[in-house]
T-cell receptor, first 112, second 118 residues
Framework: DAGITQSPRYKITETGRQVTLMCHQTWSHSYMFWYRQDLGHGLRLIYY???????DKGEVPDGYVVSRSKTENFPLTLESATRSQTSVYFCASSPGTIGELFFGEGSRLTVL | AQKITQTQPGMFVQEKEAVTLDCTYD???????LFWYKQPSSGEMIFLIYQGSYDQQNATEGRYSLNFQKARKSANLVISASQLGDSAMYFC???????????????FGAGTQVVVTP
């Protein structure tokens, strides 16, 4: 019972490079999310998806792109990474009962 | 404006004692949900407890209880009989609205670091 799997768990990249963070869930939840965690800010919503082929912006979407061609996958792409995108990224899904989130283990991204 | 405020950046508590983590929220929506999550040093986020704005009773889950004071807009987490494994960062979060449009779109506080000492 893997739940949500994120990869890579750790990534170091350089400014201007494209980076894709992968997220795969085995629960078949309709709703999936990407959050970033920064000190002093808690977690902030980047993008979310209500179903395959349906995505929308969250609180901090600038510089990110998402896609969801299959229910189980929800990759997050940083098209041209910046230092301000250094963060821990969490993918999450929700079964849609009370709207609680179930998180992956996180992907720690460092942009040099 | 900050929607979720956790005023305690960190606190120490002795094993077997109870601890209360403060959380205040700000919303004009009459329908909302409040959540608490635990983040141990390993980094994963663990869902602990939920309180809906229309729930009449305070939520409880094992050693966790949520002290919901609607008029004061507070949703404090109480951990009874603290254990060493309770050492973690704790986040309060809110979902505004009760429709599926609001599912999973949580606003988080900055967190409170709890250290349980023997």
């Amino acid at each position: 019972d893997a739940g949500i799997t994120q990869s890579p768990r750790y990534k170091i990249t350089e400014t201007g490079r494209q980076v894709t963070l992968m997220c795969h869930q085995t629960w078949s939840h309709s709703y999936m999310f990407w959050y970033r965690q920064d000190l002093g800010h808690g977690l902030r919503l980047i993008y979310y998806s209500a179903a395959a082929d349906i995505t929308d912006k969250g609180e901090v979407p600038d510089g990110y792109v998402v896609s969801r061609s299959k229910t189980e996958n929800f990759p997050l792409t940083l098209e041209s990474a910046t230092r301000s995108q250094t963060s821990v990224y969490f993918c999450a899904s929700s079964p849609g009962t009370i709207g609680e989130l179930f998180f992956g283990e996180g992907s720690r991204l460092t942009v040099l | 404006a900050q929607k979720i405020t956790q005023t305690q950046p960190g606190m120490f508590v002795q094993e077997k004692e109870a601890v209360t983590l403060d959380c205040t929220y700000d919303t004009s929506d009459p329908s909302y949900g409040l959540f608490w999550y635990k983040q141990p040093s390993s980094g994963e986020m663990i869902f602990l407890i939920y309180q809906g704005s229309y729930d009449q009773q305070n939520a409880t889950e094992g050693r966790y209880s949520l002290n919901f004071q609607k008029a004061r807009k507070s949703a404090n987490l109480v951990i009874s009989a603290s254990q060493l494994g309770d050492s973690a960062m704790y986040f309060c979060a809110m979902r505004e609205g009760m429709t599926t449009d609001s599912w999973g779109k949580l606003q988080f506080g900055a967190g409170t670091q709890v250290v349980v000492t023997p």
